[in-house]
C-alpha cells in the first residue's frame, strides 16, 4: 500500500513570494490534514477535510494561508506571501473516515524563508 | 499556551535497558493519549495509544501509563534497540465526535547507546 506522498520535500524562497505545497493522502482516506511543525516544536493542525469539505481550520491563519481539496483526493497548501516565521516542515496526514486517532503521515515538506 | 508537554528535549539509554519517556498535560478534557515515533525526514508513525478509561496499554515491547489525577503519561520500551532511536512525540485528543483533533507535545529524543 502506497503511503501519503508530498511534494516538494525541500523549498527555499524568500519573504514575500509564494509557495505551493502538494499531497496525495493513501487512497480511500477521505480524510485528510495539513499539520505544521515549527523547528524544536510538535507539529500543530491547520486544516483537516473530510472529503472535500473542510472540517477545521480554526488554526489556519487565512490572511495568508489558503489550502484546497478538489475532488475529494489531493490538495494543495498555499502560503501567500510568505513570512519568515513560515520555515517550517508541513505535513500532510491522511486517515479513514473515523479513525482519525489513526492517521498516516507523508514524509513532509521542509520551507525555508529567507 | 502548551496543552502538552514533553519536558526532556532528550533521553541516552543504553541498549537491553529500560526506556522511559514522560509527558504532561494541562487540559482536564483530553480523553485519548497516543505516541508517535519520527525518524529524520521521516513523518511521523503512530506507536501505541491509550483510552482514559485506561491506565496502562502495552504491545510488544511498549507499554504506555497513564495517570489522570496527575494528568501524566508515560511510554515505557523495554528492551530498548537501537533502532528505536527517534524522536517521540506524545499527542492528545478530545472526544468531539468525529471533529477529533490531535494536540502535540514538543518531542523527545531518544538516542540508544549501542
Known amino acids: 500500500e502506497a503511503g501519503v506522498a508530498q511534494s516538494p520535500r525541500y523549498k527555499i524562497i524568500e519573504k514575500r513570494q509564494s509557495v505551493a505545497f502538494w499531497c496525495n493522502p493513501i487512497?480511500?482516506?477521505?480524510?485528510l490534514y495539513w499539520y505544521q511543525q515549527i523547528l524544536g516544536q510538535g507539529p500543530k493542525l491547520l486544516i483537516q477535510f473530510q472529503n472535500n469539505g473542510v472540517v477545521d481550520d480554526s488554526q489556519l491563519p487565512k490572511d495568508r494561508f489558503s489550502a484546497e481539496r478538489l475532488k475529494g483526493v489531493d490538495s494543495t497548501l498555499k502560503i501567500q506571501p510568505a513570512k519568515l516565521e513560515d520555515s517550517a516542515v508541513y505535513l500532510c496526514?491522511?486517515?479513514?473516515?473515523?479513525?482519525?486517532?489513526?492517521?498516516?503521515f507523508g514524509p513532509g515538506t521542509r520551507l525555508l524563508v529567507l | 499556551d502548551q496543552q502538552v508537554k514533553q519536558n526532556s528535549p532528550s533521553l541516552s539509554v543504553q541498549e537491553g535497558r529500560i526506556s522511559i519517556l514522560n509527558c504532561d498535560y494541562t487540559n482536564s478534557m483530553f480523553d485519548y493519549f497516543l505516541w508517535y515515533k519520527k525518524y529524520p525526514a521521516e513523518g511521523p508513525t503512530f506507536l501505541i495509544s491509550i483510552s482514559s478509561i485506561k491506565d496502562k496499554n502495552e504491545d510488544g515491547r511498549f507499554t504506555v501509563f497513564l495517570n489522570k489525577s496527575a494528568k501524566h503519561l508515560s511510554l515505557h520500551i523495554v528492551p530498548s534497540q537501537p533502532g528505536d532511536s527517534a524522536v517521540y512525540f506524545c499527542a492528545a485528543s478530545e472526544r468531539d465526535f468525529g471533529n477529533e483533533k490531535l494536540t502535540f507535545g514538543t518531542g523527545t529524543r531518544l538516542t540508544i547507546i549501542p
Open positions: 496526514a491522511s486517515s479513514l473516515v473515523g479513525l482519525w486517532e489513526t492517521q498516516y
Open positions: 487512497s480511500g482516506h477521505a480524510t
